[in-house]
T-cell receptor, first 110, second 113 residues
Framework: GQNIDQPTEMTATEGAIVQINCTYQTSGFNGLFWYQQHAGEAPTFLSYNVLDGLEEKGRFSSFLSRSKGYSYLLLKELQMKDSASYLCALRGDSSYKLIFGSGTRLLVRP | DVKVTQSSRYLVKRTGEKVFLECVQDMDHENMFWYRQDPGLGLRLIYFSYDVKMKEKGDIPEGYSVSREKKERFSLILESASTNQTSMYLC????????????FGPGTRLTVT
């Protein structure tokens, strides 16, 4: 089977850096995604990792270690608008389906 | 930009009613998905479709059916709505190529009373 774990809530300060971790167990692996979801809105795609290492996209970076079943999303220079839930999603054996974690609710304080 | 639209943002139905949730995407995507999202449980896949008239069960298909008669449209049907189907329903689509990331619609908050 597949299992994804991420912290339920995190709090950080405007201007700081925050790292949101995601650990997973899976028999097959075809990529790991991060999505952002503001309250009451649809999830939006942030990043995709299929090979080990760091992918950087502006203020957001995502890291993957397949051997450790571990990923993190790094948010730099936090802004108030970054307050949202961040969803880790795994594409395992299927080329279509994603398995989502429960999400990490990030609160950015002034 | 990819656009995924859903027929209603909010819906209130009575127990036992048949409910139709419609989803339309405008980017000629092969794959379409229906999820429900509940606090603490994350997004759970109900059904998905990888082609017209093709469908596969997701993780929680009980009490639901789907229809995909045209490529751009994917409907979720609650045959006889029950209170435990009160939830946020999200539709998504993906190309089937490249990263194959999913694009989500705005969601339908369904309340069954």
């Amino acid at each position: 089977g597949q299992n994804i774990d991420q912290p339920t809530e995190m709090t950080a300060t405007e201007g700081a850096i925050v790292q949101i971790n995601c650990t997973y167990q899976t028999s097959g692996f075809n990529g790991l995604f991060w999505y952002q979801q503001h309250a009451g809105e649809a999830p939006t795609f942030l990043s995709y990792n299929v090979l080990d290492g760091l992918e950087e996209k502006g203020r957001f970076s995502s890291f993957l270690s397949r051997s450790k079943g571990y990923s993190y999303l790094l948010l730099k220079e936090l802004q108030m608008k970054d307050s949202a839930s961040y969803l880790c999603a795994l594409r395992g054996d299927s080329s279509y389906k994603l398995i989502f974690g429960s999400g990490t609710r990030l609160l950015v304080r002034p | 930009d990819v656009k995924v639209t859903q027929s209603s943002r909010y819906l209130v139905k009575r127990t036992g009613e048949k409910v139709f949730l419609e989803c339309v995407q405008d980017m000629d995507h092969e794959n379409m998905f229906w999820y429900r999202q509940d606090p603490g449980l994350g997004l759970r896949l109900i059904y998905f479709s990888y082609d017209v008239k093709m469908k596969e069960k997701g993780d929680i298909p009980e009490g639901y059916s789907v229809s995909r008669e045209k490529k751009e449209r994917f409907s979720l049907i609650l045959e006889s709505a029950s209170t435990n189907q009160t939830s946020m329903y999200l539709c998504a689509s993906s190309t089937g190529t490249g990263h194959n990331e999913q694009y989500f619609g705005p969601g339908t908050r369904l309340t069954v009373t």
